[in-house]
């Protein structure tokens, strides 16, 4: 069965440092999102991407972050400066359209843990 | 932001029995429910799913109800099984746009 895959599982960076975080979605979905999960907190949307542009962001998704889909199967999440506020679970999902219940399909997700 | 809420941080039950979890949410806005269950050191994986100019959908082991008037919505599991113990996310989606926004999850036991 299709899977979304997530680079790496478990990553540790200094605060100010950049991260960049990487996702395969399932190859025939067309819709991208970020979501991330602080602990002990409810998982939250960061930001959906369709036709190589951001269709929708949080108010999360400030400056610091961006988003790529640099070749035809990779998707990534690129934070500029990491704060302390950061470290979370972050999640990238896919789906095949947005219509309708939009069945989103979840990688396994990256612990950012930033020191 | 509290548009959607599960009351219930925690439920266990005897394998067999029925399982019931309840969410509750505030935006009219939502036009579809899905459900989703999480294993540790897993993404969340999509359950079920409800429109919201309905009241039942029913899959198998899983049947969501939907109260529009109260603004809940609960998830049956019947019979539960041990594979079932998970932490288990409502969300909802609003329309014409594509994010999810969940609930904080209630963690379902299932005792054998």
């Known amino acids: 069965e299709p899977e979304v895959t997530q680079t790496p599982s478990h990553q540790v960076t200094q605060m100010g440092q950049e991260v960049i975080l990487r996702c395969v979605p399932i190859?025939?979905?067309?819709?991208f999102y970020w979501y991330r999960q602080i602990l002990g907190q409810k998982v939250e949307f960061l930001v959906s991407?369709?036709?190589?542009?951001?269709?929708?962001k949080s108010e999360i998704f400030d400056d610091q972050f961006s988003v790529e889909r640099p070749d035809g199967s990779n998707f990534t999440l690129k934070i500029r400066s990491t704060k302390l506020e950061d470290s979370a679970m972050y999640f990238c999902?896919?789906?095949?359209?947005?219509?309708?219940?939009?069945?989103?399909?979840f990688g396994p997700g990256t612990r950012l843990t930033v020191l | 932001d509290q548009q959607v809420k599960q009351n219930s941080p925690s439920l266990s039950v005897q394998e067999g029995r029925i399982s019931i979890l309840n969410c509750d949410y505030t935006n009219s806005m939502f036009d579809y429910f899905l459900w989703y269950k999480k294993y540790p050191a897993e993404g969340p994986t999509f359950l079920i799913s409800?429109?919201?100019?309905?009241d039942k959908n029913e899959d198998g082991r899983f049947t969501v109800f939907l109260n529009k008037s109260a603004k809940h919505l609960s998830l049956h599991i019947v019979p539960s099984q041990p594979g079932d113990s998970a932490v288990y996310f409502c969300?909802?989606?609003?329309?014409?746009?594509?994010?999810?926004?969940f609930g904080t999850g209630t963690r379902l036991t299932i005792i054998p």
């Open positions: 190859s025939n979905h067309l819709y």
């Open positions: 991407f369709y036709n190589n542009e951001i269709s929708e």
């Open positions: 999902a896919s789906s095949q359209a947005s219509g309708g219940a939009n069945e989103q399909f």
């Open positions: 969300a909802g989606k609003g329309f014409g746009n594509e994010k999810l926004t």
């Open positions: 409800i429109s919201s100019i309905k």
